[in-house]
């Protein structure tokens, strides 16, 4: 009848203000996280200026509950942003019936027994893995020693380039993969290494091996490392409640919007995305904080790999405070977030 002109069809309208319209769910917030202030400011650092981070702590210490609640803390999606996620999970077939778009930064959190394959995608017409299914969001990997080595190693190229190439003898394809790496490790295979209240029952050497899992060149893709210590009873049986998502995540708009003045229209325009040249210009040094990062270099054992690092970090933690210029005091605090630099045993 349309064909024929005997009936009219209106054009469809969609409303995309509706769509991102009420409350996204607040299961995880971080004001149900006790204790943990340095980790929690560490988190705030990594979504501000997308910095992968690596948290080091024994087990129920709350590495697991720190992870899950940063995507509470990060920017709402932008409407381009929750299209590319939309197409991604419909190219999976991951979306809901009825589902047309993405409200929420994705979460995607794989067991350490998953393959390369179903990281980084595959099959015969070859799909979206893991991620690709974090693309704008989260992609946590808890135990990561545990994971295969194969496996970490092909994480390199999506956390450089921000996205991934899958070849096959029919098609290549390419998904994209820009993600906020979030890691969690035991200090040993016991988990107790350093622990003020129980005792490690591993020897030095398996203590080197465990650590030992996790390659140079993809530690060198990581900003942050923080140690999340066992919290005290005092610490759990308080009343005490910490910061709401909701205040963190406007500190952290704060600081993405400086961002985005400083690196125009870029594809991800974040610190931790700086080019050498970048780091030159936006990461100049006083005289007082050059001194202080030359120190820590020598007298901490910081590898060379940890200076650009803290660099960028520090950067960031200035946004934070809304200041044009790096500070001591910001490069004090980035210095901090190297622990796996230092020699540990």
């Known amino acids: 009848e349309f064909l024929n002109g005997a009936r009219e069809i209106k054009p469809m309208q969609l ?10 769910p607040e299961d995880h917030d971080f004001r149900d996280v006790q204790g943990q202030d340095q980790a929690k400011r560490a988190m705030e650092i990594a979504a501000a200026g997308g910095h992968n981070i690596l948290m080091l702590g024994p087990p129920g210490s709350g590495k697991t509950m720190l992870a899950r609640r940063l995507p509470s803390i990060m920017p709402a999606l932008s409407f381009a942003e929750a299209v590319e996620a939309a197409k991604i999970y419909s190219v999976a077939g991951l979306l809901n019936k009825g589902e047309v778009m993405i409200r929420e930064r994705p979460f995607r959190s794989p067991h350490h027994t998953i393959s390369d ?3 980084i995608g595959g099959g015969q017409s070859p799909k979206p893995g893991e991620i690709s299914l974090a693309h704008h969001g989260v992609l946590f990997l808890d135990e990561l020693p545990e994971f295969k080595k194969n496996v970490l190693e092909a994480l ?10 899958i070849a096959r003898s029919a098609m290549t394809v390419t ?6 790496f979030v890691a969690a490790m035991n200090p040993c295979p016991c988990g107790y290494y350093g622990a003020a209240h129980r005792t490690c029952r591993c020897s030095s050497q398996q203590i080197r091996q465990y650590q030992g899992r996790i390659s140079g060149p993809l530690l060198d893709r990581i900003d ?6 066992a919290l005290r009873y005092r ?14 995540r406007g500190r952290i708009g704060g600081a993405r919007t400086i961002q985005e003045a400083r690196f125009g229209a870029r594809v991800a325009p974040f610190n931790a995305r700086m080019s050498d040249g970048e780091v030159k210009r936006y990461c100049e040094l006083d005289k007082e904080s050059q001194k202080l990062l030359e120190m820590a270099m020598e007298k901490l054992g910081l590898s060379a790999r940890a200076y650009k690092r803290i660099l960028k970090v520090a950067r960031t933690i200035a946004d934070l405070d809304g200041q044009a210029s790096i500070q001591s005091s ?5 210095i901090q ?4 630099d230092r020699k540990l045993v």
């Open 224 to 229: 942050l490392h923080i140690e999340v210590p």
């Open 117 to 119: 394959a179903g990281l």
């Open 330 to 334: 910001h490069v004090a605090e980035a």
């Open 15 to 24: 409303d995309v203000e509706a769509m991102f319209q009420g409350p996204l």
């Open 175 to 180: 998904y994209p993969a820009r993600f906020l």
């Open 156 to 165: 390199r190229q999506p956390l450089e380039e921000g996205t991934v190439t």
């Open 235 to 248: 610490e759990l049986a308080g009343r005490y409640q910490g910061e709401a998502s909701e205040t963190i």
């Open 337 to 340: 977030y190297r622990s796996l």
